[in-house]
């Protein structure tokens, strides 16, 4: 049973920086595409970064050169560091593959203010 947990969320002005953290238990980590998403109260589950299992990065327009996703194969973790950031980032974030999704995990809410 994979499990993901999702960490490091708070409540930052805008302009300010958070880096959220995600465990992955029970998979073959070294192997997946993982990914950071985010859903905004009444919006769908957006896709923000991916990483592909050799290091590779894509990011939405909406976060290109504001947000960095990381890994650590051997700790089965994912970050997103997240700077510049705007009250439009407001949401639940979640991190999981790229496809064939694991059960969703609880995510961490970032909150920005104006």
């Known amino acids: 049973q994979v499990q993901l947990v999702e960490s490091g969320g708070g409540l930052v002005q805008a302009g300010g920086s958070l880096t959220l953290s995600c465990t992955v238990s029970g998979s073959a980590f070294s192997l997946n595409d993982m990914a950071w998403y985010r859903q905004a109260p009444g919006n769908q589950r957006d896709l923000v970064a991916i990483?592909?299992?050799?290091?590779?990065?894509y990011y939405a327009d909406s976060v290109k050169g504001r947000f960095t996703i990381s890994r650590d194969n051997a700790k089965k973790m994912v970050y997103l560091q997240m700077n510049s950031l705007k009250p439009e980032d407001t949401a639940v974030y979640y991190c999981n593959r790229r496809s064939s999704w694991y059960n969703w995990g609880q995510g961490t809410q970032v909150s920005v203010s104006s």
């Open positions: 990483i592909r299992q050799f290091g590779t990065t």
